[in-house]
């Protein structure tokens, strides 16, 4: 039943001094750092703290934006732990996954975090339907014009390779064999 610490800071100018304090004062026996930024996926530090917390153990943070990239980031670890029967704290916002309390707190966070993916996945969608109703198709326009198509034609024509005729238009080449073979099939 121990406390294991996780400490974070985005860049190597920054100070790991208060939440190792805090940590330490929490009562962790063992502190895992990292020097990254939230948003990056590989964390070695977070990675240790996560295969070294045993059943029993609590993954102590000093705030919530410490442990996860994101809220959903986030709630998924929260959950990785209590299946692996670990709890969470968080010592700036006193949520404690430890207590009922503390669970229904997170679950609350988790339950709103959800909500709100969905509202976003609903507004995107009726957004979607709107503008295909107004004639609009989403995503990129293409890169090869009908007018560039026509050019690089006449390019193969007079004997270019489809790379020297991507280099004169300004094109990738992998683009124009697209547009190529959709010509071809269209």
């Not at 990292?34 to 948003?39: F, K, L, V």
């Not at 670990?86 to 503390?102: A, I, K, N, Q, Y």
């Amino acid at each position: 039943m121990a406390l294991v610490g996780y400490a974070r800071v985005s860049t190597a100018e920054q100070n790991l001094d208060l939440q190792r304090s805090a940590l330490a004062k929490a009562g962790c026996e063992e502190v895992y750092e990292d020097h990254a930024s939230g948003a990056k996926a590989e964390r070695p530090g977070l990675a240790e703290a996560l295969g070294h917390v045993r059943r029993g153990d609590t993954l102590v943070v000093w705030k919530l934006d410490r442990l996860g990239r994101s809220m959903a980031h986030l709630i998924d670890t929260v959950r990785r732990l209590e299946a692996k029967g670990v709890g969470f704290r968080s010592l700036t916002e006193g949520v404690d996954t430890t207590t009922p309390g503390g669970t229904l707190v997170f679950h609350i966070f988790g339950a709103l975090a959800q909500f709100e993916r969905d509202l976003i996945r609903e507004r995107t969608n009726a957004g979607l339907k709107a503008a295909e109703a107004r004639g609009r198709k989403g995503g990129r326009r293409p890169v090869v014009t009908p007018d560039k198509l026509a050019r690089a034609k006449v390019h193969l024509a007079a004997g270019l390779t489809v790379r020297e005729a991507a280099a004169r238009l300004k094109v990738g080449k992998t683009a124009l064999y697209k547009a190529l073979n959709g010509s071809a099939s269209g």
